[in-house]
């Protein structure tokens, strides 16, 4: 459909959401990838620069998933499998990719008890998203 005088192209509300969301993570993770690669070497141990990266590498894989959600949601709306998914895959991100972020600068090893519980989101969230594909 094209934009335009004659056309009004509009987007659904958790399509739009998921979309913005993922484009901002992605962003973020982009920015935290960059600043680990030049300002952390050298201000982290070799382990907790390790951390760190799994956690901007999980963000931005994640950040893909959100726009993929976002996608499938703009032709699902209604679809509560594909809702589900995009705020566990949101959820998902700030629990795993944050605590490895301040596990990595605090060294607070608790943090990563935390973890799992984000993966646990994550992998949920791809489930969630194939059951609301194959349902529709």
Same mark, same amino acid.
């Given at each position: 459909?094209?934009?335009?005088?004659?056309?009004?192209?509009?987007?659904?509300?958790?399509?739009?959401?998921?979309?913005?969301?993922?484009?901002? #993570? *992605?962003?973020? #993770?982009?920015?935290?990838? *960059?600043?680990?690669?030049?300002?952390?070497?050298?201000?982290?141990?070799?382990?907790?620069?390790?951390?760190?990266?799994?956690? &901007?590498?999980?963000? !931005?894989?994640?950040?893909?998933?959100?726009?993929?959600?976002?996608? &499938?949601?703009?032709?699902?709306?209604? #679809?509560?499998?594909?809702?589900?998914?995009?705020?566990?895959?949101? *959820?998902?991100? &700030?629990?795993?990719?944050?605590?490895?972020?301040?596990? #990595? !600068?605090?060294?607070?090893?608790?943090?990563?008890?935390?973890?799992?519980?984000?993966?646990?989101?994550?992998?949920?969230?791809?489930?969630?998203?194939?059951?609301?594909?194959?349902?529709?």
């Amino acid at each position: 459909m094209k934009a335009g005088k004659n056309y009004i192209v509009t987007m659904e509300q958790p399509a739009k959401i998921f979309i913005f969301l993922g484009s901002i #993570s *992605a962003m973020i #993770s982009v920015m935290l990838g *960059a600043f680990g690669a030049h300002a952390l070497k050298g201000r982290l141990t070799p382990e907790m620069l390790d951390i760190y990266q799994t956690g &901007v590498h999980y963000e !931005f894989y994640h950040a893909l998933g959100l726009i993929l959600v976002g996608l &499938v949601a703009y032709h699902l709306p209604e #679809s509560d499998y594909i809702n589900w998914s995009g705020w566990l895959m949101f *959820a998902g991100t &700030v629990i795993f990719s944050g605590s490895l972020y301040i596990l #990595s !600068f605090s060294g607070v090893r608790w943090l990563g008890a935390i973890t799992p519980v984000g993966g646990t989101f994550f992998i949920a969230s791809w489930l969630l998203l194939a059951i609301g594909v194959l349902l529709a």
